[in-house]
C-alpha cells in the first residue's frame, strides 16, 4: 500500500517512503558528512594525497561544527575542525568557530559573503551601479547571475570596454562571447549593444584597472577571431556550406548531417502537408529545412557552437535568402532551454518538429536511448520540445503516424520496437510536464492512457477532466462508470449484445440511453463530450445494477449482459482511462 509510481530519470519506478529510526546528530553527522564530501562529483578529478580521495581541487582544511561543538569526522588525511580561514590576504588569516551561528559573520569580516543569495544581491547593485555610470543597462541573464555568483565569494564588479567598431559584429556573437566565454555582463542602451562590459572578479583589489585591462585584451582577442570567422563565412553563400555536412557525423550508424539534411527536407514537405501550411509557408519551411544546418559547416559556429542558429539565420539573410527562411532556420531550434520561447513561425514551427522527430526515431532505432546519468543527444530535451510546441503552438498532430513518417526516411530494420519505445519516452516527458505544472498526477496518467499519441488533446483533456472533478456531482459520475467497468474489466473476451435477449425492462432502458449516447456529435477525446453523454444513462445504469443479476449462471444471457456493459466502458474509449483515477 506504500508503494507509488514515480517518474525519475530513465523511466517510471516504484517508490515507498521508509522512516528510518533518528539518531544522537553528532552520531548521524559524523556518519553522513564524509559520505556528502565524496558524493560530490567533477568532470575533472584528481587524487591529491595517498588517501586515494578524489577531489575537484585540494582540500586544505575541514570545519564542521554544529552548535558549539566539534562534529569529528575524517576525510583522506584530514580531520574536521573548528579552523576556518577568510579571504587570502585578509587578517586574521586563521579564526577559531566558537559557535555555527556566527559563521557567517566571521567569515564576511575576513572579506567573504558567504549566503548566496545576499552576495547575488550585492553582485546586482554593483553591476546596476556601475552600468549607470556610463548610461547604460543590464539584462541580468539567470543562468549567468547563477554561475557568476557560485563562481565569487568575494564580488567585485568592475566596467570595460572594448572598441566601437566590433559592434559591426552579429549581435549574438558579441553577447555569446562576453557571456558563454568570459561571463562578463553586457551593457545596452535604447535596446543596443554599448562598447562596454561588466566584470565580477574575486576579491576586493587594490589595482582593479590592472584587471580590467587584462579582461579587455582578451575580450579583444576573441573579437578579433569573430570578424575574421565571419568575414571568411561571408565570402560565400550559405547554401554553399551544405555540401560540407558529409563531412559531419551526425552518428555513426546514422549518417552524416547531410544525410539528416536530405532527410528533413522530405519531412518538413509531409508535415506542411498535413498541417495545411499555405503554398508560401510550406515552400519556405522546405527551404529552411535544406539549409538549417549548414551554419554547422561555417568557421563562426565551429568556433562556438552555442550560435547554431543565431549564425544561420544571419548568414542566410546575408545570402539573400527571404525572411520566412531565415527565421526558420533559427527558430527549429527552439525552445532551447527551460522556460525558452517556441517557434513563431508555421515555417519553423514545422521544421522544428521534423528535426525532433528524426532525431528521436533514428537514435531509438538504434538502441542510442538515454540513461539515468547520460544522455548525449539531448533526447529528453527534443522529446521535450517536440510536446511543448505543439501544445503551445495548439496543433494536434497524431505521434505515432508522425514518428512514422519520420521512420521512412532511414533504411533500417526494427521499426515496431523503435516506435513503441519511442512513443513511450515522449509520453513520460510530457507526463512529467504535465504534473511539474501542477496537474494531479492521476488525472495526467488517465488521460495519457488513451490520448498518449497527441500532446494537444492530452492537455486539453486533462484540463478538462480536472474540472470536471471538480464538480459536486463527479464522484456519483464515476462510480456509475466503476461499477460497469470493474465487472468486466477481467474479461479477455468481446462479447456482442443481442437486442431481443434484453427481457428486462430496465436492461432495454440502459441499452436505449446508451445507444442515444453512442449516436451523440462527440468530438474525439473530448472528455466534455463524453461525460456529456455519460450523465444521462447514469439512472438507467443504477436501475440496471438494481433489478439485474449480471452474473447470472445463464450463459447466454451473462454474456449478453456483459456485453452491453462492455459497450458502457467502451464510451470512454480514446478519452481517459478513467480506472486510473483516485476515487475509483
Not at 527536407?265 to 509531409?270: F, V
Not at 525572411?323 to 522556460?339: D, K
Request: charged share 25%; with cysteine; glycine share 8%.
Amino acid at each position: 500500500e506504500e508503494l507509488k509510481e514515480q517518474e525519475m530519470e530513465g523511466g517510471t519506478y516504484a517508490v515507498a517512503a521508509v522512516r528510518e529510526e533518528g539518531g544522537p546528530t553528532h552520531e548521524v553527522l559524523s556518519k553522513t558528512l564524509p559520505e556528502v564530501i565524496a558524493g560530490l562529483h567533477f568532470d575533472k578529478s584528481m587524487r591529491w594525497d595517498s588517501s586515494g580521495t578524489v577531489f575537484s581541487r585540494p582540500i586544505r582544511w575541514l570545519l564542521a561544527v554544529h552548535g558549539e561543538s566539534v562534529v569529528r569526522f575524517q576525510y583522506g588525511h584530514l580531520r574536521s575542525g573548528r579552523t576556518s580561514r577568510g579571504l587570502r590576504g585578509s587578517e586574521p588569516a586563521e579564526f577559531i568557530v566558537q559557535n555555527a551561528d556566527g559563521f557567517f559573520e566571521q567569515l564576511e569580516a575576513g572579506g567573504i559573503i558567504a549566503d548566496p543569495e545576499r552576495r547575488r544581491s550585492e553582485i546586482q547593485e554593483q553591476i546596476e551601479n556601475l552600468s549607470a555610470e556610463v548610461s547604460g543597462t543590464v539584462e541580468f541573464d539567470e543562468e549567468l547571475m547563477q554561475e557568476v555568483t557560485n563562481l565569487v565569494e568575494a564580488p567585485q564588479a568592475l566596467l570595460g570596454k572594448y572598441e566601437e567598431v566590433f559592434l559591426d559584429l552579429p549581435r549574438e556573437v558579441l553577447i555569446a562571447v562576453m557571456t558563454k566565454h568570459q561571463r562578463y555582463f553586457p551593457l545596452e542602451s535604447d535596446g543596443q549593444l554599448q562598447p562596454n562590459f561588466i566584470i565580477v572578479s574575486n576579491g576586493r583589489r587594490d589595482s582593479p584597472e590592472i584587471v580590467v585591462r587584462g579582461n579587455e585584451q582578451v575580450i579583444r582577442a576573441r573579437y578579433a577571431d569573430a570578424q575574421y570567422f565571419v568575414a571568411r563565412d561571408l565570402q560565400q553563400p550559405l547554401e554553399s556550406f551544405v555540401d560540407k555536412l558529409r563531412t559531419l557525423t551526425f552518428q555513426a550508424d546514422l549518417g552524416t548531417m547531410l544525410d539528416k539534411t536530405h532527410r528533413l527536407e522530405e519531412l518538413t514537405a509531409t508535415l506542411a502537408g498535413h498541417f495545411d501550411l499555405s503554398d508560401d509557408a510550406g515552400q519556405s519551411a522546405v527551404r529552411a529545412a535544406q539549409l538549417c544546418k549548414a551554419d554547422l559547416a561555417t568557421l563562426m559556429v565551429v568556433d562556438m557552437t552555442s550560435l547554431q542558429g543565431s549564425m544561420g539565420r544571419y548568414y542566410a539573410t546575408k545570402s539573400g535568402e527571404t525572411e520566412p527562411v531565415a527565421q526558420a532556420i533559427f527558430e527549429h531550434y527552439l525552445p532551447r532551454f527551460a522556460g525558452d520561447q517556441v517557434p513563431t513561425t508555421e515555417a519553423g514551427t514545422v521544421l522544428g518538429l521534423a528535426d525532433r522527430l528524426d532525431s528521436l526515431i533514428g537514435l531509438f532505432s538504434i538502441g542510442v536511448q538515454p540513461t539515468g546519468t547520460r544522455d548525449p543527444f539531448a533526447l529528453r530535451r527534443s522529446a521535450l520540445g517536440l510536446a511543448q510546441i505543439l501544445v503551445q503552438r495548439d496543433l494536434s498532430l497524431d505521434l505515432s503516424a508522425a514518428l512514422g513518417w519520420a521512420w521512412d526516411g532511414f533504411s533500417r530494420d526494427g521499426a515496431a520496437d523503435a516506435l513503441d519505445n519511442c512513443l513511450a519516452f515522449i509520453t513520460r516527458r510530457q507526463q512529467q510536464l504535465l504534473i511539474d505544472e501542477g496537474h494531479p498526477y492521476d488525472v495526467v496518467v488517465a488521460v495519457l492512457e488513451e490520448q498518449g499519441n497527441d500532446p494537444v488533446r492530452v492537455k486539453r483533456g486533462v484540463a478538462a477532466l480536472e474540472r470536471w472533478i471538480a464538480e459536486a456531482g463527479w464522484a456519483m459520475t464515476l462510480q456509475a462508470y466503476a461499477r460497469c467497468a470493474r465487472i468486466t474489466r477481467d474479461l479477455t473476451e468481446h462479447y456482442e449484445f443481442e437486442e431481443q435477449r434484453a427481457e428486462e425492462a430496465s436492461t432495454r432502458a440502459l441499452y436505449e440511453a446508451l445507444t442515444r449516447a453512442e449516436d451523440a456529435d462527440r468530438f474525439p477525446g473530448s472528455v466534455d463530450d463524453f461525460i456529456k453523454s455519460f450523465v444521462p444513462i447514469i439512472p438507467a445504469i443504477d436501475r440496471f445494477f438494481e433489478q439485474v443479476m449480471v452474473m447470472t449462471e445463464d450463459e447466454a444471457l451473462r454474456k449478453n449482459r456483459l456485453a452491453l456493459l462492455q459497450r458502457v466502458v467502451r464510451l470512454a474509449s480514446g478519452v481517459a482511462d478513467f480506472s486510473r483515477l483516485e476515487g475509483f
